[in-house]
């Protein structure tokens, strides 16, 4: 992009994604899901589902024995995951060849980032049981978490919603900021591909156990880095939300992360309930199987609504740090 002027040029280098990064998060908080567009033409996170349930149907077939499931589900996750990073590719080419397509790869970018949309399905969570109480949390909570919402009392409820914004805040917001300043739009194309991927076939159940063993490992290791972040992005916000916790957050999150059954997802959420002072986690249902998972955190399990707001502001001041974050690394990077 050496013919147009600096200011015009797409985003070649670290110092211009960040650039891009904070104007799409931005554009994001602002914007949020834009269902006026999405009610046209389908979001691309609903056509790599498309694609992931086609390779299911066809690779993934029930008369196949283990190995020959996995195989074929490393096969799903190389072929999907490299697609995703030709069309990034593709996309930036193209977009290079017209002034300002900086702009159009940042309106890319805050589609692809979870940021707002995040904290209105949360927040829905909270409405629900003020306004409705227990039926209406039930109803606002099945949208954002995999257990049996009829299982669920008005404090699982909360802690759902709390952990559910934890969790996604790492996979839908940090990981692909990571992403995209790492390897700009093929990386978090590729990285979405990967994230939905886990969320669709990288279940521990009979059908998914071998076919989304591979991706289910790939999401853990592209989320390592990303997980730690949001970790010690929460424990810093709560030092500026009322009542928050910051030392308790840094306490809880180093003796409690590794309870988690995954690899990232006890960062995010035992420093969120440190910063809370709540215990989260704990038994659940998904479907007729019960998870008896250990609580993360000393605090109350019978959390409320008004912890889920607690939460909620707990999550922008994070997503503030973040863009503060990213604005010293694009200084650094010039």
Same mark, same amino acid.
């Given at each position: 992009?050496?013919?147009?002027?600096?200011?015009?040029?797409?985003?070649?280098?670290?110092?211009?994604?960040?650039?891009?990064?904070?104007?799409?998060?931005?554009?994001?908080?602002?914007?949020?899901?834009?269902?006026?567009?999405?009610?046209?033409?389908?979001?691309?996170?609903?056509?790599?589902?498309?694609?992931?349930?086609?390779?299911?149907?066809?690779?993934?077939?029930?008369?196949?024995?283990?190995?020959?499931?996995?195989?074929?589900?490393?096969?799903?996750?190389?072929?999907?995951?490299?697609?995703?990073?030709?069309?990034?590719?593709?996309?930036?080419?193209?977009?290079?060849?017209?002034?300002?397509?900086?702009?159009?790869?940042?309106?890319?970018?805050?589609?692809?980032?979870?940021?707002?949309?995040?904290?209105?399905?949360?927040?829905?969570?909270?409405?629900?049981?003020?306004?409705?109480?227990?039926?209406?949390?039930?109803?606002? #909570?099945?949208?954002?978490?995999?257990?049996?919402?009829?299982?669920?009392?008005?404090?699982? =409820?909360?802690?759902?919603?709390?952990?559910?914004?934890?969790?996604?805040?790492?996979?839908?917001?940090?990981?692909?900021?990571?992403?995209?300043?790492?390897?700009?739009?093929?990386?978090?194309?590729?990285?979405?591909?990967?994230?939905?991927?886990?969320?669709?076939?990288?279940?521990?159940?009979?059908?998914?156990?071998?076919?989304?063993?591979?991706?289910?490992?790939?999401?853990?290791?592209?989320?390592?880095?990303?997980?730690?972040?949001?970790?010690?992005?929460?424990?810093?916000?709560?030092?500026?939300?009322?009542?928050?916790?910051?030392?308790?957050?840094?306490?809880?999150?180093?003796?409690?992360?590794?309870?988690?059954?995954?690899?990232?997802?006890?960062?995010?959420?035992?420093?969120?309930?440190?910063?809370?002072?709540?215990?989260?986690?704990?038994?659940?249902?998904?479907?007729? #199987?019960?998870?008896?998972?250990?609580?993360?955190?000393?605090?109350?399990?019978?959390?409320?609504?008004?912890?889920?707001?607690?939460?909620?502001?707990?999550?922008? #001041?994070?997503?503030?740090?973040?863009? =503060?974050?990213?604005?010293?690394?694009?200084?650094?990077?010039?």
């Amino acid at each position: 992009m050496t013919t147009l002027p600096y200011f015009l040029a797409l985003p070649a280098h670290l110092g211009d994604r960040v650039f891009v990064l904070i104007l799409a998060l931005v554009a994001d908080a602002l914007l949020g899901e834009m269902p006026w567009l999405f009610a046209r033409v389908p979001h691309p996170v609903v056509l790599a589902g498309r694609a992931i349930a086609l390779f299911d149907a066809r690779l993934n077939r029930e008369n196949r024995d283990e190995p020959s499931r996995k195989l074929r589900g490393i096969v799903t996750l190389v072929v999907l995951v490299t697609a995703a990073a030709a069309i990034g590719t593709l996309i930036s080419l193209v977009l290079g060849c017209f002034t300002l397509g900086w702009g159009w790869e940042c309106l890319a970018v805050a589609i692809l980032i979870a940021q707002r949309s995040l904290y209105d399905h949360v927040a829905r969570v909270a409405h629900g049981l003020e306004q409705s109480g227990l039926s209406g949390g039930r109803d606002a #909570v099945r949208h954002i978490v995999g257990r049996d919402p009829e299982s669920l009392d008005e404090y699982a =409820v909360a802690r759902a919603a709390i952990e559910s914004l934890a969790e996604n805040f790492s996979d839908g917001v940090v990981a692909p900021a990571f992403a995209y300043l790492i390897a700009g739009l093929p990386g978090l194309l590729a990285y979405k591909m990967a994230n939905t991927l886990d969320s669709m076939i990288g279940h521990r159940n009979a059908r998914y156990r071998a076919f989304g063993w591979a991706s289910a490992r790939f999401d853990d290791l592209l989320n390592l880095i990303p997980a730690r972040i949001a970790g010690f992005l929460i424990i810093a916000a709560a030092a500026f939300v009322t009542k928050g916790m910051p030392g308790a957050a840094w306490r809880i999150m180093w003796r409690d992360h590794g309870r988690h059954r995954s690899p990232n997802g006890g960062w995010p959420e035992s420093a969120i309930a440190g910063a809370l002072d709540l215990a989260l986690l704990g038994p659940r249902h998904y479907g007729q #199987v019960v998870v008896n998972d250990p609580w993360l955190g000393d605090g109350r399990a019978k959390a409320t609504a008004a912890n889920i707001r607690r939460a909620l502001s707990l999550y922008w #001041v994070a997503c503030l740090l973040l863009v =503060v974050l990213l604005a010293g690394i694009g200084l650094i990077a010039g």
